[in-house]
């Protein structure tokens, strides 16, 4: 069983093999200590993290260090769910949309104006009407929106066949994917589905200078039953050349 990230004998043991990467982690944690003193919440702290690496890279900013891995992961990501169900005519929700590594693929898949997306961060957003245009998309009018949260207050009842969050939740805190799974049911339809990715852990749940969260897959599952929604661990995502799990939720009869 892989030592807790968080722990201390675990950052040590990585100081040493790495003595390279020291002086950028020092920079990230002076750096997501004052964000979070200035910040009133996860969400805005998060925010504030995304415009710093947008500023620098917004490739970077969504967890790609090379152009060559930010096309490969947003294949990945399209494939499999092509593979897995989505249909051109599809109506899709994508959370934590970014500068649209997987969602350019996605636009030009689905019909015209059945592509959202949404983003906690605003810098992000503005990458991504750049791929937009790089990618000539305009004309499928995908709709970009920037929120505050994940209640889809502003999205209307059982109006999404898809829903799709990929490294949203290893960013995020147990109360903002319990906001999620509180409200996604709402607007999904029936026989809709609703996958994400975490990053998973057999041990003890921890995160990273609270950017990176690690937690059980039965945590995530309990907690979406709370909320009437059936989870089911997606054990063929496992087999891709990713360090995420991916779960896949429904909506149960009745919620």
Same mark, same amino acid.
Not at 2 to 16: D, E, N
């Given at each position: 069983?892989?030592?807790?990230?968080?722990?201390?004998?675990?950052?040590?043991?990585?100081?040493v093999?790495?003595?390279?990467? %020291?002086?950028p982690?020092?920079?990230?944690?002076t750096?997501?200590?004052?964000?979070?003193?200035?910040?009133?919440?996860?969400?805005?702290?998060?925010?504030?993290?995304?415009?710093?690496?947008?500023?620098?890279?917004?490739?970077?900013?969504?967890?790609?260090?090379?152009?060559?891995?930010?096309?490969?992961?947003?294949?990945?990501?399209?494939?499999?769910?092509?593979?897995?169900?989505?249909?051109?005519?599809?109506?899709?929700?994508?959370?934590?949309?970014?500068?649209?590594?997987?969602?350019?693929?996605? %636009?030009?898949y689905?019909?015209?104006?059945?592509?959202y997306?949404?983003? %906690?961060?605003?810098?992000?957003?503005? *990458?991504?009407q750049?791929?937009?245009?790089?990618?000539?998309?305009?004309?499928?009018?995908?709709?970009?929106?920037?929120?505050?949260?994940?209640?889809?207050?502003?999205?209307?009842?059982?109006?999404?066949?898809?829903?799709?969050?990929? *490294?949203?939740?290893?960013? *995020?805190? %147990?109360?903002?994917?319990?906001?999620?799974?509180?409200?996604?049911?709402?607007?999904?339809?029936?026989?809709?589905?609703?996958?994400?990715?975490f990053?998973?852990?057999?041990?003890?749940?921890? =995160?990273?200078?609270?950017?990176?969260?690690?937690?059980?897959?039965?945590?995530?599952?309990?907690?979406?039953?709370?909320?009437?929604?059936?989870?089911?661990?997606?054990?063929?995502?496992?087999?891709?050349?990713?360090? =995420? *799990?991916?779960?896949?939720?429904?909506?149960?009869?009745?919620a």
């Amino acid at each position: 069983m892989r030592r807790a990230r968080s722990s201390l004998i675990h950052q040590a043991t990585y100081a040493v093999k790495h003595p390279h990467k %020291i002086v950028p982690h020092l920079r990230r944690l002076t750096r997501d200590t004052w964000f979070r003193l200035r910040t009133r919440d996860h969400v805005a702290y998060y925010r504030a993290v995304m415009k710093s690496d947008t500023a620098r890279d917004p490739e970077g900013a969504v967890g790609s260090h090379t152009h060559k891995r930010w096309l490969a992961l947003g294949r990945m990501q399209f494939d499999y769910l092509v593979e897995h169900g989505l249909k051109p005519e599809a109506r899709m929700l994508e959370i934590g949309c970014g500068n649209l590594r997987a969602g350019r693929l996605f %636009i030009g898949y689905l019909y015209t104006g059945n592509y959202y997306g949404i983003d %906690i961060s605003p810098d992000i957003l503005m *990458s991504a009407q750049e791929t937009l245009v790089k990618h000539g998309l305009q004309d499928k009018l995908p709709y970009l929106t920037p929120v505050r949260d994940l209640r889809f207050e502003f999205l209307p009842d059982e109006y999404f066949d898809v829903v799709h969050a990929h *490294s949203v939740f290893s960013h *995020s805190p %147990i109360e903002v994917i319990d906001e999620c799974f509180a409200h996604v049911g709402r607007i999904m339809k029936p026989g809709g589905w609703f996958d994400f990715t975490f990053d998973r852990t057999e041990g003890k749940e921890h =995160q990273v200078l609270r950017e990176d969260f690690y937690y059980r897959t039965e945590t995530l599952v309990a907690l979406a039953a709370k909320h009437g929604l059936r989870a089911r661990f997606m054990d063929d995502w496992e087999q891709l050349p990713h360090k =995420q *799990s991916k779960i896949r939720v429904t909506r149960t009869l009745g919620a």
